[in-house]
C-alpha cells in the first residue's frame, strides 16, 4: 500500500493519495488535478474513488474534473445532496480499493455531511483516519459556518459535533493515525498545530476538544469561545463544490493570455480589479495606480477570497515573470475563475509604453523611531488580527484587522497620516494597497511588522497574552 499527504501550504490544505494493488483513492483534491492522474499514471494505478470529507468551504475541490478525467465515483458521507452524479454513502458503509478498505464514519457538527474515512490495511487493522474538519491535531472543526444550511445555531451544531467524536472518533485505537484537511493557518479551525499527521492515542492526551472527563456543555462553551466571522467567501466555494463548476483548463487558458500594456489598460479602464502578486517592496517601489497588492508568496488565496469580495470579478494579473499560471491556478482553489490575462512583459512593460506608475511610502522601524520622538501622538495602525492584537501589541496602536478592511475603513480619517504595521510586513501592504486606490493616500508602511518594532526594543509593548483563538 501507498499514503502520500499532498500538503499545500497556501490553504493548510491536506489531500491524499491512497493506492493498494492498481487501484487507488483521492480524498479531498485540490481543484487542479494534473497531479493526481500523473501520481496514479506512475504506479500504473485506477483512480477508483474521490472521497470528499464535505462540502469545503475555503477551497474549491477537484472532484468532479477528476472524477471525469478518470471515471472515479465520487463519494459523501451520509445526508449530502450534490448537484451532480455522486455516492452518497451510508454510515458505515465500506469501500474496497485493493487490498485495502475505507469504512465512512457519519461524524456531522462542522456541517451536517462530514465524514470521516477510517483506513483498514490488508490484513483488516484499522490504521488510519481521514478525519476531515471534523478533527484537526489540537482542535476540531468550527461549528458556525453550516448554521444557515442546517437551520441550527453554532450551539446545536456543536453539540452535534461532541456526540460524534465521542461515538465515532474517541472509540478507535490510540495507534490510528490522524490525517486531517488543515493544519495551523486555515480558518476552518481556531488554533490548529503546525503538525500535519499524530495518533488518535497523542490527540486524547493534548487535544483539548477530546479531554475524556469534559462534559457536553464544556465542549459547546469551549469549541464555540473565540470563533469570528468567516472569510465572506466560504459561502461561494460550498455552492461550487456542491452544485458545480467551471472546467480547471478553460480557466487556465482564459487567466493566461498575455497582454500588451495598451491592453491591459483599456481592460482595466472597464470593470476589471488589478491584482499586482508581486512582493510588498517591490509593489511599493511602483505599481499601476488603482492596483491592490496581494503577494503570491504569502498567504494568496485566502487573502483574496477574503478582501476581494466579488468572487465573479474579473481579475487582470501583474505577476513576475514565469508565474501568471500559478497565480491563476491559485486564484482558481478559492473560486476566483474571471482572470482575463497578465500584463505581458510585467511593470517593466508598462513603464516602458511611457504609462505612470503610484509609491507607496514604507520606512525602517528605526525609521518610524525618529519620527515617533518628534511627534509622540503619531497614530499606529496594527492590520494583523484581534486575537494577535489581544496577544501582545504595542500600547496605544489602533487595531483595524486585514480580515475586515472593507468594513472598517470609515474609521480612518483620509486626513491623517497613519503608520502601519502588520506581523511581518506583508499584511499592511495589502491593507495600505486596498485603501489607497480607494483614495487614503497618508498610509505608510512600516517594514517588518511588529517583529521588527519588538526586536528594536525602543517601543512599549504590552504584557504577553496567550491567545485562545488564531482567528
Not at 483506513?119 to 491535531?137: N, P
Not at 473565540?226 to 456542491?242: A, E, I, R, S, T
Request: hydrophobic share 40%; aromatic share 8%.
Amino acid at each position: 500500500m501507498i499514503l502520500e499527504q499532498i500538503y499545500t501550504g497556501c490553504l493548510a490544505q491536506g489531500a491524499y493519495y491512497i493506492e493498494s494493488n492498481g487501484e487507488a483513492v483521492v480524498i479531498d483534491p485540490l481543484r487542479e488535478i494534473q497531479p493526481y492522474i500523473d501520481r496514479a499514471e506512475k504506479s500504473g494505478a485506477k483512480i477508483k474513488y474521490v472521497l470528499e470529507t464535505h462540502f469545503h468551504a475555503d477551497f474549491v475541490s477537484g472532484h468532479i474534473d477528476l472524477a471525469k478525467a478518470t471515471g472515479a465515483k465520487i463519494v459523501y458521507g451520509p445526508t449530502a445532496q450534490p448537484g451532480f452524479d455522486a455516492v452518497v454513502a451510508e454510515d458505515n458503509q465500506v469501500f474496497k480499493v485493493g487490498n485495502v478498505t475505507f469504512k465512512v464514519l457519519h461524524t456531522p457538527g462542522h456541517t451536517m455531511e462530514s465524514s470521516c474515512f477510517l483506513l483498514a490495511d490488508e490484513q483488516g487493522k484499522d490504521m488510519a483516519l481521514f478525519s476531515g474538519d471534523t478533527l484537526f491535531l489540537g482542535d476540531v472543526g468550527r461549528p458556525d459556518l453550516a448554521q444557515k444550511a442546517a437551520h441550527m445555531t453554532q450551539e446545536q451544531l456543536a453539540g452535534l459535533l461532541f456526540e460524534s467524536l465521542r461515538n465515532k472518533v474517541m472509540p478507535l485505537a490510540d495507534d490510528v493515525i490522524v490525517y486531517p484537511a488543515h493544519g495551523a493557518g486555515s480558518a476552518c479551525g481556531k488554533k490548529m498545530s503546525t503538525d500535519t499527521m499524530d495518533t488518535l492515542g497523542h490527540q486524547k492526551k493534548t487535544n483539548y476538544a477530546l479531554r475524556a472527563d469534559m462534559t457536553r456543555d464544556e465542549f459547546i462553551e469551549e469549541v464555540t469561545t473565540g470563533l469570528v466571522m468567516p472569510p465572506q467567501y466560504f459561502p461561494m466555494n460550498v455552492g461550487m463544490n456542491k452544485m458545480g463548476y467551471e472546467s480547471i483548463g478553460n480557466i487556465l487558458e482564459r487567466g493566461t493570455t498575455p497582454l500588451s500594456a495598451q491592453a491591459f489598460e483599456a481592460a482595466a479602464e472597464s470593470d476589471a480589479l488589478v491584482l499586482d502578486t508581486r512582493k510588498a517592496q517591490d509593489f511599493a517601489k511602483g505599481f499601476i495606480p488603482g492596483s491592490i497588492n496581494i503577494g503570491i508568496d504569502g498567504n494568496f488565496a485566502p487573502w483574496v477570497g477574503a478582501l476581494i469580495t466579488d468572487i465573479k470579478q474579473n481579475i487582470l494579473i501583474v505577476a513576475d515573470k514565469g508565474r501568471e499560471e500559478e497565480v491563476v491556478t491559485r486564484l482558481a482553489r478559492v473560486g476566483y475563475d474571471n482572470s482575463l490575462g497578465y500584463l505581458d512583459g510585467g511593470i517593466d512593460a508598462w513603464t516602458n509604453a511611457g504609462k505612470a506608475l503610484d509609491t507607496i511610502e514604507s520606512i525602517t522601524v528605526e525609521e518610524l523611531k525618529e519620527r515617533m520622538g518628534n511627534d509622540p501622538l503619531t497614530p499606529l495602525l496594527d492590520a494583523r488580527k484581534k486575537t494577535e492584537f489581544d496577544s501582545e501589541h504595542v500600547i496605544g496602536a489602533i487595531n483595524l484587522p486585514l480580515d475586515f478592511v472593507n468594513e472598517n475603513m470609515q474609521q480612518i480619517d483620509p486626513g491623517t497620516q497613519y503608520h502601519v504595521y502588520c506581523a511581518g510586513g506583508y499584511r499592511s501592504m495589502v491593507f495600505i494597497s486596498i485603501l489607497k486606490a480607494r483614495g487614503f493616500n497618508n498610509l505608510v508602511d512600516i517594514q517588518g511588522g511588529f517583529t521588527a518594532i519588538k526586536a528594536s526594543k525602543g517601543f512599549n509593548i504590552s504584557n504577553y497574552q496567550e491567545p485562545v483563538s488564531m482567528l
